[in-house]
Nanobody, 128 residues
């Protein structure tokens, strides 16, 4: 069973930056890896994901967030710049194998149900 551990969350002022990292217990070559965010009282929503060599972002994250994968280290990072209070939430790393199944694009509604491996999440709080 793939294990995922997130790190890098914290408290930052509006306009600041954070880098989240997701460490996997095995190689991620055949996985789609996504970052989801959940704010209090809201549904878990996909923020960004990387599938093969392609990356995807929800509209609010475009031009501010960058997802990257290091195959050698088994990590997927999310660089978040120009953060706003609306980015506040619990950020989860999730993965789904692309072998033998169609994985929903992470930014699609309800996509979280298509991911079978999850980290415990890290808190990101953007506040002055």
């Amino acid at each position: 069973q793939l294990q995922l551990v997130e790190s890098g969350g914290g408290l930052v002022q509006p306009g600041g930056s954070l880098r989240l990292s997701c460490q996997a217990s095995e190689r991620l070559d055949y996985y789609a890896v996504a970052w989801f965010r959940q704010a209090p009282g809201e549904e878990r929503e996909g923020v960004s994901c990387i599938v093969g060599t392609r990356d995807y972002y929800r509209n609010s994250a475009k031009d501010r967030f960058t997802v990257s994968r290091d195959y050698g280290k088994n990590t997927v990072d999310l660089q978040m710049n120009n953060l706003t209070p609306e980015d506040t939430g619990l950020y989860y790393c999730a993965a789904a194998t692309v072998i033998g199944q169609d994985v929903p694009l992470c930014i699609a509604p309800g996509a979280a149900s298509g991911y079978s491996s999850w980290g415990r999440g890290v808190q990101v709080t953007v506040s002055s």
